[in-house]
């Protein structure tokens, strides 16, 4: 027979499982399978407790996301104006524009206070049209002028200047031009009172260029702060503000969801604790006999103490597991209950999760470990 070689034994021994581990992993395994009913109160805590974390942390950028998507069908969150009421400097669009990179809307607007042939006074806006359908979902509007000299009348003024929806003449600085109405605009705000024409019409007749930029711009508070700073940056002439009331709404509302989200993750995830806390404190004090007999073999302390903490560990990754696939499942049934639109799993939180239902359950074990470091064999085996 062939001696055997160093290499050969060195792989022998590489591929054979160390006693040690493969004892421990049994003592695992079988620690939860005698104990099946509490082991099993604990799993589903931390199951229900990574589930929720699952479908809050999916949940938390997607509904941001939505609910920014929501309030940009509310129009402006930053008005552009020329300063002291004067017109904006030529080629303000480009710039806005320029600054935004395609991270927002814009769309200009010139006004001027004109007389109708009975001299009734109306305000009257240039805009560019396709622009604004864009900007401003939110406007109540029949139908758009697609051609010169076509007018978009508010729904109060239609009633004072072309009821029967007849062509018109305004004047303004001793010229005329003449609108046909082709549709409506309410908004319950200043818009009920104003003509609308395109901004080409409205500079060949009123002579006047835009004074007022609107800009719907995406992103947080922070990064709508920042494109105001950029734009003030670069158009010094011009005053730039936001609009408060959507800007105040929208982070008001984003922080609260975002407070509630957490809110009821932090509760269900603390009662999970709790109830791993009991299940944990319930082993220790069934398996009182089971610690003290390891001690008396001459098991250390500080052996059972990884033992234990190896029990919860291994828990709370199985919970975390299949808490993920759970959550998975609820954010996607919230997102389409609730937004009517699919919510895109995120592999990106499965290690967060797992990381966190760890120290859950390692934080839940030490007051169990410490239970267990009390444990005098003498005394338990006696039967005292």
């Not at 220790?284 to 059972?304: E, Q, Y």
């Not at 919860?312 to 209950?337: D, E, F, N």
Request: charged share 15%; net charge positive; with cysteine.
């Amino acid at each position: 027979m062939k001696p055997v070689s160093a290499f050969a034994q060195k792989l022998s021994a590489s591929r054979t499982p160390s006693p040690h581990t493969s004892m421990f992993l049994r003592m695992l395994v079988r620690a939860a399978v005698l104990r099946r009913g509490r082991a099993a109160a604990a799993l589903f805590a931390m199951v229900v407790a990574a589930a929720v974390a699952t479908a809050v942390l999916n949940l938390y950028a997607d509904v941001q996301a939505k609910l920014r998507s929501e309030f940009r069908n509310y129009g402006a969150n930053i008005i552009v104006a020329g300063k002291h009421s004067s017109s904006l400097p030529a080629g303000a669009l480009p710039q806005v524009e320029s600054v935004l990179s395609g991270r927002g809307l814009a769309a200009p607007f010139a006004l001027v206070v004109a007389h109708t042939s009975q001299g009734q006074p109306v305000v009257v806006a240039g805009t560019d049209f396709a622009r604004v359908q864009q900007l401003d979902h939110w406007w109540s509007v029949t139908n758009w002028p697609a051609a010169s000299h076509q007018a978009l009348i508010g729904v109060r003024a239609l009633a004072a200047i072309s009821p029967q929806k007849q062509p018109f003449d305004l004047m303004f600085a001793g010229r005329t031009i003449n609108l046909t109405p082709v549709g409506t605009v309410q908004t319950g705000a200043a818009e009920d009172n104003r003509i609308y024409i395109s901004l080409s019409d409205f500079t060949a007749w009123a002579g006047v260029q835009p004074s007022t930029i609107e800009v719907a711009a995406t992103g947080t508070p922070e990064e709508i702060a920042a494109t105001m700073r950029e734009l003030a940056q670069a158009l010094p002439s011009a005053e730039v503000r936001p609009v408060r009331q959507i800007v105040e709404g929208e982070a008001r509302v984003l922080g609260k969801t975002r407070a509630t989200l957490f809110a009821a993750s932090a509760l269900i995830v603390l009662t999970a604790a709790l109830c791993v806390l009991s299940t944990l404190m319930g082993w220790v004090l069934d398996r009182r006999k089971d610690f003290a007999i390891m001690k008396a073999l001459g098991a250390s302390g500080r052996l059972l103490s990884v033992f234990f903490a190896a029990e919860a560990a291994s828990l709370g990754a199985v919970g975390a597991l299949i808490g993920y696939v759970a959550g998975i499942g609820l954010a996607a049934w919230i997102g389409r209950i609730n937004f009517h639109a699919s919510i895109a799993p995120r592999f990106s939180v499965l290690p967060v999760v797992i990381v966190a239902s760890i120290a859950v359950t390692l934080l839940a074990s030490i007051i169990p470990i410490s239970l267990l470091r009390r444990v005098q064999p003498a005394v338990i085996l006696r039967g005292e």
